[in-house]
C-alpha cells in the first residue's frame, strides 16, 4: 500500500532533549516535506527537499534539522526542543515539487508536546 | 511573504446548504492552487487543484472552486453539502522554490 509513515505518532518530551521524527514513503516520490500545524494558523512549512542531498528552508525552520541521505526517508531534528516546538508534525511527499502541481500524500501526523 | 488568506476560521450549515469557502493568496506570480481537506482522524487529503486551463476545476464528493486571477482568489464551492462534509479545509498555493504554502484552514460543521 502507497503510504507515508511517520514515528512516533505521539510524544512528550522535555525541554533540550534531542530527538528525531522519522518520515518514510514508499512511492519513490522526490519531493518530501514536513509541515507544523497550530491551531489558528494552519500549516506551516518547515522545510522541504526536492531530491536526495538537497534540502531548503520552508517558512518556519528556527529550530529544526532534516537530512535526506536516502530517497524514501526524511527525518525532523530538534536538537533542543522548548516549548513552543509543542505542535501537530505532518511529513508529506509528491513525485515532484508543488510547483508541478503533484498531489501531495500527507502522513498520518505527529502530536509532539515539549514540558 | 507570500501569504494565503481563508477569512472563514468556522463555519457552521445545516445538511443541503450551498457553501462558500473563501481563499486569497498575495504571490502575483504563476501559482498552482490547492485545496486539501481533513477529516476527523484521517490524513489530509487532496480534494481538487489548479494548474492550468479552465478556471473552474472540479474535485471529488462534488466539491468544486473557481480561480479569478485578478481577484488572487480560489474560493471552494459545494451546492449542497452533507453532514459527512464535516472536516477542516485548507487553501494551499505554491511559493517560490519548491515551497507550499497553507492558508490557516476553515473548520467546516455540517449539522444534520
Known amino acids: 500500500e502507497a503510504q507515508v509513515t511517520q514515528n512516533p505518532r505521539y510524544l512528550i518530551t522535555v525541554t533540550g532533549k534531542k530527538l528525531t521524527v522519522t518520515c518514510s514513503q514508499n512511492m519513490n516520490h522526490e519531493y518530501m516535506s514536513w509541515y507544523r500545524q497550530d491551531p489558528g494558523l494552519g500549516l506551516r512549512q518547515i522545510y522541504y527537499s526536492m531530491n536526495v542531498e538537497v534540502t531548503d528552508k520552508g517558512d518556519v525552520p528556527e529550530g529544526y534539522k532534516v537530512s535526506r541521505k536516502e530517497k524514501r526517508n526524511f527525518p525532523l531534528i530538534l536538537e533542543s526542543p522548548s516549548p513552543n516546538q509543542t505542535s501537530l508534525y505532518f511529513c508529506a511527499s509528491s513525485s515532484r515539487p508543488p510547483r508541478s502541481a503533484d498531489t501531495q500524500y500527507f502522513g498520518p501526523g505527529t502530536r509532539l508536546t515539549v514540558l | 511573504a507570500q501569504s494565503v488568506s481563508q477569512h472563514n476560521h468556522h463555519v457552521i450549515l445545516s445538511e443541503a446548504a450551498s457553501l462558500e469557502l473563501g481563499c486569497n493568496y498575495s504571490?502575483?506570480?504563476?501559482?498552482?492552487l490547492f485545496w486539501y481537506v481533513q477529516y476527523p482522524g484521517q490524513h489530509l487529503q487532496l480534494l481538487l487543484k489548479y494548474f492550468s486551463g479552465d478556471p473552474l476545476v472540479k474535485g471529488i464528493k462534488g466539491f468544486e472552486a473557481e480561480f479569478i486571477k485578478s481577484k488572487f482568489s480560489f474560493n471552494l464551492r459545494k451546492p449542497s453539502v452533507q453532514w459527512s462534509d464535516t472536516a477542516e479545509y485548507f487553501c494551499?498555493?505554491?511559493?517560490?522554490?519548491?515551497?507550499?504554502?497553507f492558508g490557516q484552514g476553515t473548520e467546516l460543521s455540517v449539522k444534520p
Open positions: 494551499a498555493v505554491t511559493g517560490q522554490g519548491g515551497k507550499l504554502i
Open positions: 504571490y502575483g506570480g504563476t501559482v498552482n
